[in-house]
């Protein structure tokens, strides 16, 4: 049998409020570490052979419910982490894209997302992909309500074509933390991925970790309807 190859790896980082409160500290303080495993994680992706993409889910659109102060701490945290990471991002030769809707986002932090995406639209190692304001149902009513607004035929091309992620299928996908859901991620980009869920928070994950992962996903039948 063949080894698969990796080449888009998408990740719901979750657990750093838990990871926070096993400390006994508040939960930003998991956000900042979670923040910080970030730069290991794109850069083993960025070193990796075969990955192209990295697509993380860091903010959905669900999590507006949460406390004003988490919120408002997420939206500066995310602010001041993309300008320090801008370094990363050339060290590594990454280049930062992102789905879902900014334009929820405040005009300053949508004005930081669209200067780093440009500072590092020319590098190839890697596309990391952030999901912010992400929720895959909007994505795909928005993405048929647009073809329908243009007149064209709904198909699993075109449809496929119009969503923000018009990269490369998942092969791939992780969730830390022990939940078993996907909480509206890529609903249509998952159809045919390999899926592991962990119970190691985010804050705790690593590239050794990962590795473990990635080498057990090689080794699996992925059959996609055949025999
Ligand atoms: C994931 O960690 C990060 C975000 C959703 C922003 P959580 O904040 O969901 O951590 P838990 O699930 O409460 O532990
Ligand atoms: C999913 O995690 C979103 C992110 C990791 C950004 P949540 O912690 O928000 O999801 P639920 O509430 O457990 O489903
Ligand atoms: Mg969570």
Redesign the pocket.
């Known amino acids: 049998m063949s080894k698969n190859i990796l080449r888009h790896l998408a990740i719901?980082?979750?657990g750093n409020g838990r990871w926070a409160k096993r400390r006994g500290l508040i939960r930003t303080k998991g956000h900042e570490k979670g923040a910080d495993i970030i730069r290991d994680i794109t850069q083993y992706c960025a070193e990796h052979k075969t990955i192209e993409t990295l697509t993380l889910?860091?903010?959905?659109t669900?999590?507006w419910k949460r406390p004003k102060y988490e919120v408002d701490f997420l939206m500066r945290l995310l602010d001041r982490w993309l300008k320090q990471e801008l370094p990363t991002y050339h060290r590594f030769g990454a280049r930062f894209e992102t789905i879902g809707d900014i334009e929820g986002f405040s005009p300053k932090l949508q004005e930081t997302i669209a200067s780093i995406k440009a500072q590092t639209a020319h590098h190839t190692n890697l596309i990391q992909i952030l999901a912010l304001n992400y929720g895959s149902r909007s994505e795909i009513a928005k993405a048929a309500s647009r073809l329908a607004k243009r007149g064209e035929e709904i198909t699993e091309k075109s449809l496929g074509e119009e969503l923000t992620t018009p990269y490369q299928d998942i092969d791939l996908l992780i969730r830390t933390s022990g939940?078993q859901?996907l909480?509206n991620f890529l609903l249509w980009q998952l159809s045919y991925s390999e899926f592991y869920f962990t119970k190691t928070l985010w804050p705790d994950f690593t590239t050794e970790e990962l590795e473990g992962i990635i080498n057990q996903y090689i080794d699996r039948d992925r059959r996609f309807g055949g025999v």
């Open positions: 719901i980082m979750d889910y860091a903010f959905s669900e999590n939940e859901r909480s």
